[in-house]
């Protein structure tokens, strides 16, 4: 889908505006367009697939749109409900026909807190947010949503699956949930939802906490990958994400590339430039 220029009817909307993307067919042409909340979709027909984060770009490059989420609606009288994409107005838009480009300009990170107290509301929660600032010193985020959750097995093997396989996520970290207590829920959740492991985030971390506290021998962190989302269980304290991210955020860029079929040698100049230009793109992506 990436550079596939999208025809799009597009209803007038003010910036921050959130309207589902579906399909109509004008001339025997399908084209997409935007419906507001209270009118039922187009007819279904294909939609395009577009990863969380993305960007619909007008002619001279500007950001009309942005997909933020994805959603099932009923597809007008049809029994059969339409997935689609719900996209944001990055502007005030008057009603036309455009049409847009799909561009992915970074990466975009879903980090999940599992807290029983966080859920309820008695305690805040500090480790999301360390997590995505540290993530952010290495890499260029585009997109960023964090999600609270109790400690429940069945509740954190369907998000996964769904930011995954729904949402297209590049990155999913969880935080919360490693260690032996009954409630401590993550790794046999997230290893039921793998397609495979990843052994060497799991032992670099396990280094880094080892070295800072016998402790860290507790952790059954798991990592690995769902389709193309790059899955890592982490910590629940704030030190100890900073200490485990460190061991392992460098790495982030490589596989990632790795995983959406980069296919150039592997190298490390560009690696240890990673922080850097995490910085750097961050910034300018706001």
Not at 40 to 56: D, E, Q, R, S, V
Not at 101 to 130: C, E, N, Q, Y
């Amino acid at each position: 889908m990436a550079n596939k220029k999208l025809t799009i009817r597009l209803r007038a909307c003010q910036a921050g505006t959130v309207l589902p993307l579906s399909t109509a067919a004008v001339a025997g042409m399908p084209h997409h367009c935007l419906e507001s909340g209270d009118e039922a979709p187009c007819p279904p027909a294909a939609l395009p697939g577009l990863a969380i984060g993305t960007y619909l770009a007008d002619a001279d490059g500007s950001e009309v749109l942005r997909v933020t989420g994805h959603v099932l609606l009923q597809a007008g009288s049809g029994l059969h409900a339409l997935a689609c994409p719900l996209l944001t107005a990055c502007r005030n838009i008057s009603a036309c026909t455009m049409e847009l480009t799909p561009v992915k300009k970074g990466i975009s990170l879903a980090w999940v807190t599992l807290s029983d107290s966080g859920h309820a509301g008695t305690r805040a929660d500090a480790s999301g947010p360390v997590l995505e600032a540290k993530v952010r010193e290495w890499l260029p985020l585009d997109y960023v949503q964090g999600y609270l959750l109790p400690d429940s097995e069945t509740g954190l093997r369907a998000l996964l699956t769904h930011l995954a396989l729904t949402e297209g996520y590049d990155l999913i970290l969880t935080t919360g949930g490693t260690g032996v207590a009954p409630t401590d829920v993550s790794p046999q959740a997230t290893a039921r939802v793998l397609d495979y492991e990843l052994p060497g985030f799991v032992q670099a971390m396990m280094q880094a906490s080892l070295a800072k506290t016998p402790m860290g021998a507790i952790s059954r962190a798991k990592a690995g990958v769902v389709h193309t989302s790059l899955v890592i269980n982490l910590p629940g304290s704030p030190k100890a994400v900073s200490e485990n991210l460190e061991a392992i955020v460098p790495a982030f860029r490589h596989s990632l590339e790795k995983l959406h079929g980069d296919t150039s040698p592997c190298g490390t100049q560009r690696d240890t430039q990673g922080r850097a230009q995490g910085r750097a793109q961050g910034q300018t992506q706001g």
